[in-house]
């Protein structure tokens, strides 16, 4: 790749990366969105509501946190057109290339922020360099910078070329929280898809190696639960109250402690908690977010089912009431073999690439399996893959980092399978499928 | 009581009712306090750093919680050099009557609110007639209200007296977090006080009772705790996190079941937790505000040190460190039965006080001890006495309340026994100590 | 006291202690007291069954449980006949001298020993001296084999005497259990006391020291605990299992942590716990032997009400059933001030006696209570008296002992104030409540 | 398989089966074992301490806990000449048929129950039938009668065939607590194995079925922990104590908290634990009896050092001392697959097996890695090999049995394997490995 394309790259990354918004706050990120894909050119851009049923989202928050981060959005230069569109949270995009006769392929990259405080030591590179987190407490900890350049990267390349088919790329909002990879799956965007990409940086895979298709990406649900109980002065009448603080302790102790399955791995998580109000008053409320996790649909939903006993009986042995709401869920879904060989083909001759593994286990979770249940049971083929970066510390701390090398092998690697599926034309399945056959 | 008297009472009550302010934040509550005063004629008047020592207070919070509520007092019509002689936080104030030879007596009202949302329903006199407190999330629900207005009434009823001899009113910032008593006691205007009176309304007491003076005020003090971990990736790497979360809630698990004491009452309370960031990250930072009391300060260290155990050990069992700050402390101390006796007969003869107990006991703590203690220290006298009134719920509850008959109780009290201290002029031992001798 | 006497009391001390035996297992120790009683010569003796209801009883263990000790009894010489009147462990014992005209007086003294190992190390003067408990596992921790060695030298002295009147000596079993007190004040013998004396060796007086009075003793309650799960094999199927395991530690985290009360002292402890069977299986059941402490009967009756809902709780929670049984409970109740002062004024002419203690506070429970409350109800007096020993380590720890000159205080003290007594003759409030009247 | 075979298969395993008897403690089994192996006629027996040596054993109870089981071993009829040959616990043997030139051939069985009440409805077959376990409390729950029913059945069909080979068969006490699989492996009837068969029945697989090598049998330490405290008087100075119970629960709150690890299958129990003494006494000690299991050794090893450092803190945070003791660790061991296909071309040709599973994993643990371990690194092949059987509820629990058609299978697959392996010759790599090669 060319010195100006390689700057370019890091330029637009280093960009998202200071300016990171958690999930469907991404005011100033679709902005800059929209302003790179209208500089690019494409046949159909749908910002916000016109990408997707607002109703299908989940994990959204109220308006009132959502406010601060659309003035911070206004303050970094979004134009209030841009913000408009976005009214209610409302963020992310897709763009279309329609190039006649061809295969239907899906990119699906993921554009929020983690509420991560960026490290900001000198050996911190975005520190060093200057493109650290603007705001405090929030950070892109998880990569997804590189992928909307990617994203972009790909797009830009595709449109410029002499590319038969169409190309779809889903530039998704709150995938930290599970939250639009379900509107994506549902908008018109998704149907007959033939193939499906999406992409993740890293994930302790190191610069120069590709993942072609990974499997068990974890089945997750976002939990929030509310905890009511009685305040009381904490000095004068302690047994006056129903301490929803103790209750939240008690939770927390035993939620960790959910029985490993012998059906597989699970994960649980209490990641935020607060309760009470002052040192002197018996709790009257606590709130924790929370997240249950499995190797299938099912260990997460045991996973979730105890997790839900526990936190009622914790409120019950405390006197207080329990709600858990299910804020979002996603499904499993593994890559599809035929496709991953095909990326990892293309790999194997992409320069930087100098290791590519046909398929590996995926340890977190994914709301990309709505997209992939989609294109799949409509009898499409999808795969999740995987450009290795050296990271410097693991995703979801403060001192995680891209190597921005990787920015050019990813955009190599999704250009090139691009170009190697439009020459394969529509998968097989998909024509049966859409003649009535199923998967 | 007059009928004109009783309104004014009531009215100046439900201006500082709608308006609460928390610890170090009573910015419009000083400003209102002082135009009364100034309103009043005084012989002194000092305000915020003037009144004290600022490196005396214990329990600020830091200049940006401060900013908000100074905003918020803007808006509410504080005036501007007002707020500026409150710079730093440093609200409250202390207003003098000097008026030639006779004893020299105090009187502490306290001026807080707290961070309890008080309740709107109808029921609620403060919201049926509409003076419910004008900001979310905070109340005076401790009756700080009335007794700012049992200070101003007293200050003026004397002021327009024929009384000779000193008064001192400490208008005492943050109690309810022991922050403000330290200050108003080592400061100038507590010097060689002959009497102080401290007083309080309701703590279960109906309408037309007044408690002479109280025994057992717990010693108590605030602790603040900080954990720190390690933040990871919930779903990929739990195990290489240093959960923060579960070592809250561990410690919360057991600082409650710190053993009772055979000496005598203890109390703990863990009033505010908060914890992570995110529900896909492993927490790496936790915070806590709690509070051990004692019967005896005794009593409170044995709690002081089990909590400290408890959380470090608690942060140990997960891997991470943990420190506990002791922000502010208050001793115990009694009120001296010969100045119970005083108010005691005084109040016999008080229209609408229909019982008058002695002694009673004091399940809250205070830090008018602190006033207290210098006082008996120096060969004074103090008590500290509660004037009854009829609250619908608990003290530090959304629906306390204070029975306005109560406010005429109140001043009418502490008025008379004013009077009745210049007739019986300086204590004995105060005459003593002053030359030489110790209590 | 003479040479002689001095020693046959510490004789007589000595076998009881090394001879411990629990509740309703106290076999050897009520033939020991059979003989002793024998050889004194009384009027009349019941033993076992005869001296109360068995149904009465509380806290009985099964009969399994017995069998080992009435089989220890026997090695250690117990004699049929004995144990045949103890048949379902209904030991203790009633003695009664009846001579003529004269008040009818009480004295109760508990026989039975704690489930705590001995200290064997040579400071340890039982051990050093060779009358350390002979049996692993169960000492005299409490000073019940100084109660009964005065229970026995009073009614000799008194035999011996010109005594006029009644004098019933309840030696109650199953103290510790809180499983006699009932039965023994149902019995025919708890009729018609004009006065009833209970007594306690040391509780942190020292020797020399008498307490005339005590007032409350903490109202208690003893709780089993039963918790059903479900097993498992941890290996293979962890998920499969409820966790009786895991349920108790949930109950044991939260019930030390039962709120304080503002109403007056609590106490509250799981004092023996057993759960699960082998390592590789996921416990079925848990039981736990608890109790609940008040300074009232209403207080207990919180604690009680608080831990069963922890514990239904703790179970839910873990998928398990529990069931809480009230083994016993024993109420409150004070020394009467006539009868203490009576003891008072005898204590301050006994030899060895310097410090008479008029009232003093008890933290701990009783149920001696039952016998007061019974005997108060009907017109008569009661008192609980302590005379004090330097112990060297607090009653229930594996170093406590009694320093046996306080063997003599206390049976002098005894006998001096049944001569008193006799003196006085029936209380007045007795012969009013006989013919109608009530306290 | 001939009628009276079946049945007297039948007849052995049910006596196994009523006669229960954890690790270390098989008495009757050895002594049962004893008689079977001498009428069936065998050129090596070695008993106990002959069979391996005693310093290897891990998880020994102590003396007195041994002692119970002794003398119910010679009240079941086993004889003193059998007793002394397991003097100490040193239970188990090892039974040889030396029968000239061909491969060396171990299988091993495992003899010890479990402490578990077996059920005792009709519903349950060895309740109904007559032969449930005769002592309460214990229980055949895992199959060990059928184990140690084929041992015996293959030995004595070699020993009458013309088998030409060595053939070892290890009678392994103490598989439960991982306690015998290292003497066993660690003795000189371990050395020179060409091959080693393990066996276990069920494990869900149903009659008919059977695994012919498993993966992954979990990697296991036994820990002991023991708390120690100080007691206290529960009522009256419940300050004093250092509380062991309260320890104990924070242990195990914790201990099944211990975070899931990204790397694979981990696993963690309590299975036994006690502590205190009676209701009123603060607990001075504690102890449990856990399990720490992982997919490898080092994530058994992660386990176990979270375990320590959990148990240690809580003792800490309640001020007493904690010990961990390691009692018995067991390797993570995989069989080799050429051995598995020849148990899988043996299991097809055995009637009554309807479904071969060439491997499977396996999710407990199993000391028979050290023989399997020993025997490949010394160039031998192993495997571990399932017999499946229609069990109606699971492993370790009350209502666990054996369908007995399951017997004649296990016995078949055996006998008929070891003639393949007779056949077959000594595996190539073993003769390398015997001329210095490793594997």
Not at 66 to 95: F, I, P, Q, S
Request: with cysteine; charged share 30%; hydrophobic share 40%.
């Amino acid at each position: 790749m060319s010195e100006p394309i390689r700057n370019r790259l890091s330029a637009v990354r280093r960009d998202f990366h200071c300016h990171p918004e958690p999930a469907w706050r991404e005011f100033y990120t679709t902005y800059r969105l929209v302003e790179e894909l209208e500089r690019i050119g494409v046949d159909e851009l749908a910002v916000g509501a016109d990408a997707y049923d607002p109703a299908d989202r989940m994990a959204v928050p109220d308006e009132e946190r959502l406010e601060d981060w659309r003035e911070r959005a206004r303050e970094w230069g979004a134009d209030e057109d841009a913000l408009e569109c976005m009214a209610g949270g409302n963020t992310g995009a897709v763009a279309v290339l329609d190039r006649g006769e061809g295969p239907s392929i899906g990119l699906r990259v993921d554009i929020d922020g983690l509420f991560i405080e960026e490290a900001d030591d000198v050996d911190h590179l975005p520190a060093a360099e200057g493109f650290r987190s603007k705001i405090d407490g929030a950070m892109h900890a998880c990569g997804h910078d590189a992928h909307m350049t990617w994203g972009l990267a790909a797009l830009e390349a595709i449109a410029e070329s002499d590319f038969s088919g169409r190309l779809v790329v889903f530039f998704q909002p709150a995938e930290e929280v599970s939250g639009g990879g379900c509107p994506m799956a549902r908008s018109r965007f998704a149907d007959d898809l033939d193939y499906l990409l999406a992409v993740h940086v890293g994930l302790d895979h190191p610069t120069g190696e590709v993942v072609a298709g990974i499997e068990k990406p974890l089945a997750m649900a976002h939990l929030d639960v509310e905890i009511e109980g009685e305040s009381a002065h904490a000095g004068k009448a302690p047994e006056e109250g129903a301490n929803a603080m103790h209750a939240m302790g008690t939770a927390i102790e035993n939620i960790y402690a959910i029985p490993r399955h012998s059906d597989g791995m699970t994960r649980v998580n209490v990641g935020y908690a607060e309760a009470g109000s002052a040192s002197n008053v018996i709790a009257e409320h606590a709130r924790m977010e929370a997240e249950a996790r499995g190797e299938t649909t099912e260990l997460m939903e045991y996973v979730e089912s105890r997790f839900e006993r526990i936190v009622r009986s914790a409120a019950t042995l405390h006197d207080c009431e329990a709600e858990v709401d299910v804020v979002s869920k996603s499904p499993r879904a593994d890559s599809d073999p035929e496709l991953a060989a095909v990326v990892a083909d293309v790999a194997r001759g992409v320069e930087g690439v100098d290791r590519v593994v046909e398929r590996a286990d995926f340890g977190a979770s994914e709301d990309a399996t709505f997209l992939m249940e989609r294109v799949q049971a409509e009898g499409g083929l999808a795969t999740y893959l995987i450009v290795g970066t050296d990271h410097p510390d693991s995703h979801h701390t403060p001192h995680f980092d891209v190597d921005e090398r990787s920015l050019e092998h990813g955009a190599a690697v999704l250009v090139e399978t691009i170009r190697a599926l439009e020459e394969q034309g529509a998968s097989t399945s998909r024509s049966t499928a859409a003649t009535g056959g199923t998967r």
